[in-house]
């Protein structure tokens, strides 16, 4: 399953969120999410910034195909 992972950095000024793409077997906890965000950005993000949404009906294989890069989490 695909999963939308939103987050501010830290040294951002605008409130425009940044968006990675996660595959994971099942929603991640946020634990595990905050886990995973430190070690992709080095730490640059807020932790109260981050949202997780589950990106129905769309397998990696098709979120790949339009460019994106899906992490496995």
């Known amino acids: 399953m695909v999963y939308v992972v939103k987050y501010r950095s830290k040294g951002s000024k605008s409130k425009i969120a940044r968006t990675l793409f996660a595959e994971s077997p099942a929603q991640p906890s946020r634990e595990k999410t ?35 890069t899906v992490f496995s989490l």
């Open 34 to 68: 905050v886990e995973w965000l430190s070690n992709v950005t080095g730490g640059d993000f807020v932790e109260e910034t981050i949202e997780i949404r589950e990106l129905r009906d769309f397998d990696p294989i098709e979120v790949r195909s339009q460019g994106a």
